[in-house]
Structure formats: structure tokens, C-alpha cells
């Protein structure tokens, strides 16, 4: 590698706060510990995300290729300041969120990517990273846009979003503001969970990112439609 040219290639990164890692208590009793991912995770975090590029159903495919790009792009060093959480039961991956910094006040919410669905585990992984932007990283506001229904129903309606004027990073549907006035108003509604996660919950969890077969991620997002076929 030509390292005297990465050097321009590769963009500035802002300091930022690590997130704390917590553990939400779901409806069924399990144990979902949330934390922060590193670049040098990336590479297991795309095993889960490659199958769903295949299901078409609630727009999984386009959000999964373009989480796959982003988290490509933050390991290759093409993404300024982006981070990234991620959802874990007894050490198997089954979420993960993205967003980037624009500025130290303005944030863009990228992609939330649920791989096992009845769960509202992608509902409380966005929480998590709205949770990050404004209480640890001291954000004023989030852009967020919808490629999806469920998407539109779970952020734009659940959190009163503010339409907001011109475009978001990723185009097509109209861009909505979250303020922190509007995080704040929704929180002990929304974003659940507990500090500190308990050691061993946490061993568990970083001792390993296990990643489920294509086909179990796949019939879990799919369910019984894909089993009628």
C-alpha cells in the first residue's frame, strides 16, 4: 500500500466518548446486551449482514447493502466518523446500527439491521445509538430518514419526528429531525436498559461475536412465509 497517499485518502476522525455497554431485559426474558463495535470487528459484523441481501421482504436487501457499504467503508478508512453498536443473546449477533458525524452537533442516522424479528430489537438498538448521540457525544440533533414502512412507523411516528427541509446523506424520502428536546420527551418511553451489564453477561458477549448460518438468518427473518414456500 502506498502509504504516503492513504494518508489523503483516509479522513480525519473526531474524538469521541466510547459507549457503555447495557443489557435490555426483552419480553421473553432474554438477555440483550448492547455495545459498541470496533473497526476491527467489521469483518464478522458482514457475515450477518451479506444474507440479507437477498430478502426483498421489508426492504431488508437495500438496507443491508447499504449497511454492508457503510461498514466496508468505516473499515477501509472511507467513512468519516462513523460508529457503530450491535445486539448480542448469549453471544450470537442479532442487530446492528449505524451512524455518522457530520459535525460535533449534527448527527446521520444510517442503518438499523435486525437479523431476528418479534423481538423490537431494532427498536431498542436505534434507541441505543440516539441514546449514544445525545448523551455521551452531546449531539443537538439527528437526521433520519425511512426506506421502509416499519421504518417510518417505528422513528418518524414513535418519536414525533420534525420534517425537515433538502436532503438526507442517503436521498430519496424526505429527511426528519430528531432534537434532543424530542429525545429527551421520549426516553423513559423508549430506550431501556440497564447499567452495568453484569460481568458475566458481558464475558459472554465479548468473548466471541457468534454469527448464526445463512439459513437460520434467513428463516428468521423470513418465518413462516419463507417455510410456505
Same mark, same amino acid.
Given at each position: 500500500m502506498d502509504m504516503e497517499v492513504e494518508e489523503y485518502l483516509r479522513p480525519p476522525?473526531?474524538?469521541?466518548?466510547?459507549?457503555?455497554?447495557?443489557v435490555v431485559t &426483552?419480553?421473553?426474558?432474554?438477555? @440483550?446486551?448492547?455495545r459498541q463495535a470496533s473497526r476491527s470487528d467489521v469483518p464478522? @459484523?458482514? #457475515?450477518?449482514?451479506r444474507p440479507t441481501m437477498k430478502v426483498e421482504r421489508d426492504f431488508y436487501d437495500i438496507v443491508g447493502a447499504r449497511l454492508y457499504a457503510e461498514l466496508?467503508?468505516?473499515?477501509?478508512? /472511507? =467513512?468519516?466518523? #462513523?460508529?457503530c453498536l450491535m445486539g448480542q443473546i448469549d453471544g450470537l449477533l442479532v442487530g446492528v446500527v449505524n451512524t455518522r458525524l457530520y459535525s460535533r452537533d449534527l448527527g446521520i442516522s444510517l442503518h438499523t439491521l435486525a437479523t431476528e424479528r418479534g423481538l423490537r430489537i431494532?427498536?431498542?438498538?436505534?434507541?441505543?445509538?440516539?441514546?449514544?448521540?445525545? #448523551?455521551?457525544?452531546?449531539?443537538?440533533?439527528?437526521?433520519i430518514t425511512a426506506e421502509s414502512p416499519i421504518g417510518f412507523r417505528r422513528w418518524m411516528i414513535e418519536y414525533e419526528l420534525i420534517e425537515r427541509e433538502g436532503q438526507h446523506e442517503l436521498g430519496g424520502?424526505?429527511?426528519?429531525?430528531?432534537?434532543?428536546?424530542?429525545?429527551?420527551?421520549?426516553?423513559? /418511553?423508549? =430506550?431501556?436498559? #440497564?447499567?452495568?451489564?453484569?460481568?458475566? &453477561?458481558?464475558a459472554v458477549a465479548e468473548k466471541e461475536i457468534i454469527v448464526?448460518?445463512?439459513d437460520d438468518i434467513l428463516e428468521k427473518i423470513l418465518g413462516a412465509k419463507r417455510r410456505e414456500r
Open positions: 476522525e473526531m474524538e469521541i466518548p466510547p459507549y457503555p455497554p447495557k &426483552l419480553a421473553t426474558g432474554g438477555k @440483550l446486551v448492547i464478522i @459484523l458482514l #457475515e450477518a449482514v466496508l467503508g468505516w473499515y477501509r478508512h /472511507r =467513512v468519516r466518523d #462513523e460508529f431494532g427498536a431498542h438498538l436505534f434507541a441505543a445509538k440516539m441514546e449514544y448521540s445525545f #448523551e455521551y457525544i452531546g449531539q443537538e440533533e439527528v437526521l424520502a424526505t429527511p426528519y429531525g430528531l432534537t434532543k428536546e424530542l429525545y429527551y420527551k421520549h426516553k423513559d /418511553r423508549l =430506550v431501556a436498559g #440497564e447499567r452495568p451489564v453484569p460481568e458475566e &453477561l458481558l448464526a448460518s445463512e
